[in-house]
Nanobody, 122 residues
Framework: QVQLVESGGRLVQAGDSLRLSCAAS????????MGWFRQAPGKEREFVAY????????YYPDSVEGRFTISRHNATNTVYLQMDVLKPEDTAVYYC???????????????WGQGTQVTVAS
């Protein structure tokens, strides 16, 4: 059973940068692919970033490509989401997720954190 705890969310201004962290425990971290998703009020949970077991492969949707960067540090069981040039439409609760296979759909991930709020003011 994998436990995930996100941190780093806060209120920022449009154009600012922010880095989210997700600490994992309860499993062998390198056995899991990791993902970041977000959910704004009244909207479905949206894929934001994916990173493979070793970190060699990453994927992003067009909405964040070039602005967001996912990375992982297997030695400390941590995955990061660096967010640059933030926009008001990036406002959401951001969730970290883990799975042995994963994908770009929320349904492909078995383990979830509790989320961290990111608010981008215009």
């Amino acid at each position: 059973q994998v436990q995930l705890v996100e941190s780093g969310g806060r209120l920022v201004q449009a154009g600012d940068s922010l880095r989210l962290s997700c600490a994992a425990s309860g499993g062998t971290f390198s056995d899991y692919v990791m993902g970041w998703f977000r959910q704004a009020p009244g909207k479905e949970r949206e894929f934001v970033a994916y990173i493979s077991w070793s970190g060699r492969n990453t994927y992003y949707p067009d909405s964040v490509e070039g602005r967001f960067t996912i990375s992982r540090h297997n030695a400390t069981n941590t995955v990061y989401l660096q967010m640059d040039v933030l926009k008001p439409e990036d406002t959401a609760v951001y969730y970290c997720a883990a799975d042995r296979v994963g994908g770009t759909a929320a349904s492909r991930f078995a383990y979830w954190g509790q989320g961290t709020q990111v608010t981008v003011a215009s």
